[in-house]
Structure formats: C-alpha cells, structure tokens
C-alpha cells in the first residue's frame, strides 16, 4: 500500500480570484512582505500497488481524468513510504 499526494495548482496564465482577495487579506493584516498568493489543493491517495512505480502510474492517471482539469490546472504527484 502507497500513499500519493497530489498537488493541483492553476496554471500560471489562469487568474485566480481566490488568492487575489487572499492577497488582499493578508496584506490588511499587516503581511507587507507577501506579492503573490495561488490557491491550489492537495488530494492524498491510498493506492494498493506492488511497487511504487505502479502507484506513481495509478495516481498519474487518476490525477490526469479526474483530479486535474489540464486546460486550467498543473499537477504533482509525490508518493509516500509504504503505508501499512
């Protein structure tokens, strides 16, 4: 057994409303330093997989025609020791 993170951001080109009034938010309280925020999500799989390499696949694919809409959204997946 696998755990996988996925990590779904908006592409660079895409506007995002959410961490723009984040931004916005931060900087009334006092957050000066921040310039830019993006909203993302992160997805954990349990993926039961003999080997990482078919839980990289599994959670590649799942990312890939569900988790991610790739016209908008880039993806990451890292997987995680073996879980028991």
């Known amino acids: ?10 592409k660079p ?3 995002d409303p959410k ?3 984040s931004l916005g938010a931060l900087q009334n309280l006092g957050y000066d330093t921040i310039k830019n925020v993006r909203i993302g999500k992160m997805i ?18 799942a990312a890939r025609k569900l988790l991610a809409n790739e016209v ?5 997946v890292q997987i995680l020791e073996g879980v028991s």
């Open 19 to 21: 961490g723009k009034a």
């Open 72 to 76: 908008m959204e880039d993806f990451e």
């Open 13 to 15: 080109s895409i506007l």
């Open 1 to 10: 057994m696998f755990k996988a993170r996925v990590h779904v951001t908006l």
């Open 44 to 61: 954990e799989l349990d993926i039961d997989a003999s080997t990482e390499a078919e839980a990289l696949q599994a959670a590649e694919m």
